[in-house]
């Protein structure tokens, strides 16, 4: 028989760490609190699953992990990724170097990993919630998982917890970090990260969502924090998009201590200042008896024009021939400079990740904790956070391929 190995935890970290306990030869249990497994998997990538990406770089991941990144991603890249779902059936597709599965679907992912883990004969266990892994006195070298409802030998564990991100069905609750610190493993404070951000109520916003390509950079005071492009969006409360949820990472500490924090837009992310000077000598060469309106009507979308004008306190009647060539000049400069005044993230709920966790300092190359011979973890349970991206999900799997496979190969 081999070892009995128990992951806590059946997500993506948790669940790819069995298969590989179990093809290893493992005698393997998974301890799920939800009603079934990956359950936030399923809803990835707007329920396209973003498995990994061939862009793989350790500084696409937080500070603190980039050096162990580097270790990691060199053991278990995306080319193992794609190898390993090829080998339970999910052949992948890449858009751009962001690879997802060829149907087009999250659960497509998931149940391959159900399936694998039926035929390897993993026991599954789920509605029964985690709640210590203690030593086993009785022979010092095993432990006892604790769950609400029963206790389990084990001689590895490895515990695949998840964060504090996503909607309440993905039970995403944060049971992780207190198991691990009463293991006397290490912690740093924790934030949502990849997510948007409410704006103050004074803020002007169109009254219809938007979506348009744009620059955007926060400033901590006159302090540039971080910039990144792509489609942002603006709701009636905040902004959100790819770009916005890039830059969380680094901005969410700040937001959450409430330092003010300013996000400035620039509409005409691709004109350097020689390019959109030309644009605008011939915009203002339309000063002629058309409204403010028709005026800006092709230059951005409406919802922008009517946000800029708002906030610029202009009505969109005026006529162009009654405002002066630098009032106008000003107008369009405007669009590469529209200010939010930070209030709020949106919080864990709508969050993508968890950034902070359990310390690495605690944990060896091949995923063991310090100081617990036999005991292992997996995923964003971990101080490791990504760019939005595949970078999240190539985490769960890299820590779980590499803990699945130490826990059930460890020396009796
Ligand atoms: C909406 C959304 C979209 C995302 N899209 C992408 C994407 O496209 N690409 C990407 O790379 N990343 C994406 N992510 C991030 C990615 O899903 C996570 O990084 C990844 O799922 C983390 O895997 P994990 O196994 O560590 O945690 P989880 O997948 O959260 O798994 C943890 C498991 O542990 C269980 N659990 C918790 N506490 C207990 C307990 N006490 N006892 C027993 N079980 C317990 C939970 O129920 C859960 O099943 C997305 C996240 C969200 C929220």
Same mark, same amino acid.
């Not at 179990?22 to 699953?49: F, H, M, P, Q, Y």
């Not at 330092?259 to 200042?273: G, L, N, W």
């Not at 000049?329 to 902070?356: A, E, K, P």
């Given at each position: 028989m081999g070892k009995k190995v128990y992951v806590a935890g059946g997500g993506a970290a948790g669940m790819c760490a069995a298969v590989y306990?179990?093809?290893?030869?493992?005698?393997?249990?998974?301890?799920?609190? !939800?009603?079934?497994?990956?359950?936030?998997? =399923?809803?990835?990538? !707007?329920?396209?699953? !973003?498995?990994?990406n061939l862009d793989m770089r350790p500084e696409y991941y937080n500070k603190a992990a980039e050096g162990r990144m580097k270790t990691w991603l060199s053991l278990y890249g995306p080319e193992e990724t794609i190898r390993f779902f090829k080998s339970i059936g999910v052949i992948v597709k890449s858009e751009d170097g962001y690879i997802y599965p060829v149907s087009g679907q999250a659960s497509t992912v998931v149940s391959a990993l159900e399936n694998e883990i039926k035929r390897l004969k993993v026991k599954v266990i789920t509605e029964s919630q985690v709640k210590a892994v203690k030593r086993d006195e009785s022979d010092g070298s095993s432990y006892l998982l604790i769950t609400n409802k029963d206790k389990y030998r084990a001689d590895s564990v490895i515990l695949a917890l998840g964060s504090l991100s996503g909607a309440k069905s993905t039970m995403s609750t944060g049971d992780g970090y207190y198991i691990c610190k009463q293991l006397g493993m290490g912690y740093k404070d924790t934030y949502?990260?990849?997510?948007?951000?409410?704006?103050?109520?004074?803020?002007?916003?169109?009254?219809?969502?938007?979506?348009?390509?744009?620059?955007?950079?926060?400033?901590?005071?006159?302090?540039?924090?971080?910039?990144? =492009?792509?489609?942002?969006?603006?709701?009636?409360?905040?902004? =959100?998009?790819?770009?916005?949820?890039?830059?969380?990472?680094?901005?969410?500490?700040?937001?959450?201590?409430?330092?003010?924090?300013?996000?400035?837009?620039?509409?005409?992310?691709?004109?350097?200042? +020689?390019?959109?000077?030309?644009?605008?000598?011939?915009?203002?060469?339309?000063?002629?008896?058309?409204?403010?309106?028709e005026f800006l009507l092709g230059f951005a979308n409406s919802n922008i024009n009517d946000m800029v004008l708002k906030k610029m306190k202009l009505s969109p +009647?005026?006529?162009?021939?009654?405002?002066?060539? *630098?009032?106008? *000049?000003?107008?369009?400069?405007?669009?590469?400079?529209?200010?939010? !005044?930070?209030?709020? +993230?949106?919080?864990?709920?709508?969050?993508?990740?968890?950034?902070?966790?359990? *310390?690495?300092?605690?944990?060896?190359?091949?995923? *063991?904790?310090?100081?617990?011979?036999?005991?292992?973890?997996?995923?964003?349970?971990l101080d490791v956070d990504g760019r939005c991206g595949g970078y999240n999900l190539q985490f769960a799997w890299t820590s779980g391929s590499i803990a699945g496979t130490a826990a059930s190969s460890m020396a009796d």
């Open positions: 306990a179990a093809r290893n030869g493992a005698d393997v249990t998974i301890i799920e609190k !939800n009603t079934r497994l990956g359950k936030k998997l =399923s809803v990835t990538g !707007n329920g396209r699953c !973003n498995l990994t949502p990260a990849l997510v948007g951000f409410k704006c103050e109520a004074g803020d002007v916003m169109p009254d219809a969502g938007v979506r348009a390509g744009a620059r955007i950079s926060f400033f901590l005071g006159d302090e540039l924090i971080t910039s990144e =492009s792509g489609e942002l969006q603006i709701s009636k409360d905040g902004i =959100s998009g790819i770009p916005v949820m890039q830059a969380s990472r680094e901005v969410i500490k700040f937001v959450t201590e409430k330092k003010p924090i300013v996000a400035s837009a620039d509409f005409f992310p691709d004109y350097d200042d +020689s390019d959109f000077e030309a644009l605008k000598s011939d915009m203002l060469k339309l000063r002629d008896d058309r409204t403010l309106e +009647s005026m006529h162009m021939k009654n405002i002066a060539e *630098s009032m106008a *000049s000003c107008i369009l400069d405007r669009y590469r400079d529209i200010r939010f !005044n930070i209030t709020d +993230s949106y919080g864990y709920l709508q969050s993508q990740v968890t950034t902070g966790g359990m *310390s690495l300092g605690d944990i060896g190359d091949d995923m *063991s904790v310090a100081g617990n011979p036999g005991i292992f973890c997996a995923g964003e349970l």
